[in-house]
């Protein structure tokens, strides 16, 4: 098991590598656990307890876990274009709660095709989402597999509450997480979320909002993204059927008038409440005057923005954070006190301790030195390795040698130089100067950079640049050593080893092959 996701072509190298473009065939290891969540403020990454790696479920497995997908287990049912269930479940080995959603058989003929998109969502790791975990392509079936949020959906707490309202400071917690999660998935260059509105935004077991990674994905390979009311749906997706980051915008401004109103209200409707200045008819009655005119003011004229006709004219996603952010109030308040719930305790058996793993393959020196945490060895045999094994990875033609190809080979000269002194944080910032020009990729650069992060104590930054040399060059046994001593680093010692085995692995194929 390695830790990379979506694929590219094989023994391709190209000039510029789309935004989280990853390798093919490892799935990709829970980034930022060792961070906390619940803060408000910071930008977390994944939740306090581990999400697993994204994994492909057998049909066994999930019928199991939903008791043969039984109709008293359906949590959510929508979608008339493109029909889909949403089950709870409990896996069997781990106890763990997920939510499956089942696709109809036509939505996603293409197994292949719906494995990529499964994969791709699931390199997101973030507290503010309900995370994937999984999915299945089994014959006819296609599943996707989540954690699982206890405390019911957004739309529930607004629209069919029994025992009390939302208060308005929940309501400004719930639009700052969301909007946090939005700008989350944008910087890691998944922008597109399909047919946001308030049933995808979930409450997990401490009342702390979350939003569905269901969203990351269309309802079926035709592109039917939206099973709302047309009324609620961006007017650009009404005229050529295609979700563009500024759709997201706009659905993101339904929301706001769903937490303003407390109920459904068509946008046509609100924004001619909001020209008119009635915005005390807008507000929630159920609210009862409990919140700050100020604060529902700019929460309103955040909305209009949001609903903008023209997508142009819509926000980004950073604008809403910085919005929202000072409004957050009661921020020593837990989620699920301001819901009313009690606090959700999750049931898990302790998994038993494992032996540590042992590699499976006599390691090189490289191997032996990652295996050993040497990172002052490691920085011996990249400095002696030097480009060697770039060989191959840019072909360039004479018009791309250009003044801006000499400044970016100086940077990377004066990373070099950098480098070798153990001048960490210089190489750092010249590597990444070379990195960012984009015309020319080298694996030995993301390799060099990783280790350069180590030495500055930051393995999650390692973890993506040996990931990232992975991309370049799909099957070199340093990227998967620089994995290794990354997810050593994390904590996470199962994976690490994994790491070591596939390096030893290739390097024992690549020697075979080198033989005459």
Known sequence: ????????RTGTHPAKK?????????????????????????RPGAAGRQVPPVKEFSLAELRAATGGFAAENIVSESGEKAPNFVYKGRLEASRRAIAVKKFTKVAWPDAKQFAEEAKGAGKLRHCRMANLIGYCCDGDERLLVAEFMPNDTLAKHLFHWENQTIEWAMRLRVAYYIAEALEYCSTEGRPLYHDLNAYRVLFDENGDPRLSCFGLMKNSRDGKSYSTNLAYTPPEYL????????????SFGT???????????????????????????????????????EEATTLVD????????????????????????????????????????????EEEEPEPPTPAPQPQHPLSPMGEACSRMDLTAIHQILVNTHYRDDEGTNELSFQE?????????????????????KDFKAAIDCYTQFVDVGTMVSPT??????????MCDQPDAALRDAMQAQCVYPDWPTAFYMQAVALSKLNMQSDAMDMLNEASQLEEKRQKNSKP
């Open 1 to 8: 098991m390695g830790c990379c996701g979506s694929s590219l």
């Open 255 to 293: 929301i706001l008038l769903d937490l303003l109103s407390g109920k459904r209200i068509p946008p046509s409707r609100a924004l001619e409440m909001i020209k008119g200045n009635n915005i005390q008819v807008l507000m929630d009655s159920h609210l009862e005057g409990n919140y700050s005119t």
């Open 302 to 345: 955040l909305a209009s923005q949001c609903l903008q006709y023209e997508p142009r004219d819509r926000p980004n996603t950073k604008k809403l954070v910085s919005v929202l952010g000072p409004l957050q109030i009661k921020s020593e308040v837990p989620s699920y006190v301001m819901l009313g719930i009690p606090k959700h305790e």
């Open 239 to 250: 005229r050529n059927g295609r979700v563009t980051s500024e759709s997201v915008i706009y």
């Open 18 to 42: 789309p935004p989280g473009a990853l390798p093919p065939r490892r799935p990709s290891p829970t980034l930022k656990q060792h961070q906390a969540t619940g803060s408000s403020t910071a």
């Open 401 to 421: 040698w250009t003044q801006q190809m000499r400044d970016m080979l100086e940077a990377r000269k004066r990373g070099d130089f950098a480098f070798r002194d």
């Open 445 to 454: 650069v993301y390799a060099r950079r990783s280790l350069c992060h180590l």
